[in-house]
């Protein structure tokens, strides 16, 4: 079902990474696309992990971050987007002195999820657990 959606309708959820705001998700009628606002302060990042079925876009809306496809990196900045295949593995880290603000973009939406979103962390597994050093 169309519908606006207004700052005050995003459910914000507070993870040990960072915060997600869920802005579109399958209870809010989406059938294709999970779209969520996600903040980094400076230090936090979302560690190594995949989306299983999914594909995903990052865009950097302010501050900035370093990005890892797989074990390759870069730095983003404001303006900045990364495109992900489904299943690749990647991370964000925010390794600045300023909040960083993503706007990320997956689909398709998981029925299955009440989020729309799945996610396996592999941070723990090699090469992951130890590429950052």
């Not at 991370?91 to 989020?115: C, D, K, R, W, Y």
Request: a negative charge; proline letters at 5%.
């Amino acid at each position: 079902m169309s519908s606006f959606v207004k700052q005050a309708d995003v459910k914000q959820e507070q993870f040990d990474w960072g915060v997600i705001g869920w802005r579109l998700t399958p209870d809010r009628g989406s059938k294709h696309l999970v779209i969520m606002d996600v903040t980094l302060e400076p230090g936090e990042g979302h560690d190594f992990h995949r989306h299983p079925g999914q594909e995903e876009m990052i865009i950097l809306k302010q501050g900035q971050i370093t990005q890892y496809i797989e074990q390759e990196s870069t730095s983003l900045g404001a303006g900045d987007s990364v495109y992900l295949d489904e299943g690749v593995v990647h991370a964000s880290f925010n390794e600045g002195s300023e909040t960083a603000h993503l706007q990320v973009v997956i689909g398709p939406s998981m029925a299955s999820e009440p989020t729309g979103y799945g996610l396996e962390d592999v941070s723990s597994e090699e090469p992951w657990a130890s590429l950052r050093g």
